[in-house]
């Protein structure tokens, strides 16, 4: 019996980390969710960072006005 809660502690800790692990968005839109198309169509920010288009680099945008601070679109294209 107490192998049995044992074993359903474990389990429900190991899921308990799975779900945060995959709520933490990565990559370029490290903020709230923000759906976006997946085209290639690259901008500049003033961060010096290549977004992969117009729609990502808004969010991040938004996301960065959210905490203060701001950033500004230099160029259409790569950095």
């Not at 839109?29 to 976006?36: E, K, L, R």
Request: aromatic share 8%; proline share 8%.
């Amino acid at each position: 019996m107490q192998f049995l809660r044992f074993i359903t502690s474990l389990l429900l800790a190991v899921l308990l980390l799975a779900t945060v692990t995959a709520a933490a968005p990565a990559g370029e839109n490290d903020g709230p969710f923000c759906p976006c198309p997946r085209n290639y169509d690259p901008v500049c920010g003033s961060n010096m960072v290549t977004y992969s288009n117009r729609c990502n680099y808004d969010c991040v945008r938004r996301d960065a006005e959210r905490r203060g601070r701001s950033l500004n679109m230099l160029r259409s294209g790569p950095c």
